[in-house]
Nanobody, 124 residues
């Protein structure tokens, strides 16, 4: 599975952005996709995941809960991350990840495919 992420950019604090990630290749009827991010000098961290097992469910990192929303278009194998309002501490390279299992996970090791990353910069 190949992933292509897009939608990053430079915005001011309080603004919004919408990231997209398209999966191509052999997916399945139920799969999970997630977003992670990595700020300069920091380790990559979990942001949000969508689970495709037995319907659609989501999990979020505490730092983004209530501000970010993950959603998906199953017909287009695309996952979105709506971010609003953005804070300077949200600045990072955002990566999308794919897991063949339908269960969402907070752990990088559970994902088998990764996108190239899209840069989000939030100015104060």
């Amino acid at each position: 599975v190949q992933l292509q992420a897009s939608g990053g950019g430079l915005v001011e604090a309080g603004a919004s952005l919408r990231l997209s990630c398209v999966a191509s290749g052999r997916t399945s009827s139920s799969y999970s996709m997630a977003w992670f991010r990595q700020a300069p000098g920091k380790e990559r961290e979990f942001v949000a995941a969508s689970s495709g097992w037995r319907g659609f469910s989501t999990i979020y990192a505490d730092s983004v809960k209530g501000r970010f929303t993950i959603s998906r278009d199953g017909a287009k194998n695309t996952v979105f991350l709506e971010m609003n309002p953005l804070k300077p501490e949200d600045s990072a390279v955002y990566y999308c990840a794919f897991r063949l299992s339908g269960l969402g996970s907070r752990h990088e090791v559970d994902y088998s495919s990764w996108g190239q990353g899209t840069l989000v910069t939030v100015s104060s």
